[in-house]
């Protein structure tokens, strides 16, 4: 079981920035790829960014490249999502998630995953 806490959400005006953190409470989270996705109301849910467990490698969706940065930090059990240059359209509940020594793609493309945090909301203004 592995159990992760979203923070960092909140509101911004367009062109602002956001530091969104996944914190695990367990040992462990380097077995796991990591990643973030979100929700918008009325919209599918979507693999926003993953991280690998095996050699760091990310995916970025098309909508966030050039703007957000995964990274990970296993030695305090926290992946970040760095999101710059924010837009209106990226609204959203944020997930975190986790899936047991997946690729970046695997997990953000197939929505593979094991676990889930409990969201952080993103608010953008225009």
């Known amino acids: 079981q592995l159990n992760l806490v979203e923070s960092g959400g909140g509101l911004v005006q367009s062109g602002g920035s956001l530091r969104l953190s996944c914190a695990a409470s367990e040992f462990g989270m380097h077995y796991y790829a990591i990643g973030w996705f979100r929700q918008a109301p009325g919209k599918e849910r979507e693999g926003v960014s993953c991280?690998?467990?095996?050699?760091?490698?990310?995916f970025y969706a098309d909508s966030v490249k050039g703007r957000f940065t995964i990274s990970r930090d296993d030695a305090k059990n926290t992946v970040y999502l760095q999101m710059n240059s924010l837009k209106p359209e990226d609204t959203a509940v944020y997930y975190c998630?986790?899936?047991?020594?997946?690729?970046?793609?695997?997990?953000?493309?197939?929505?593979?995953?094991?676990?889930w945090g409990q969201g952080t909301q993103v608010t953008v203004s225009s």
């Open positions: 991280i690998s467990s095996r050699d760091g490698t990310t």
């Open positions: 998630a986790a899936d047991f020594w997946a690729t970046a793609q695997a997990m953000c493309v197939m929505n593979e995953t094991d676990y």
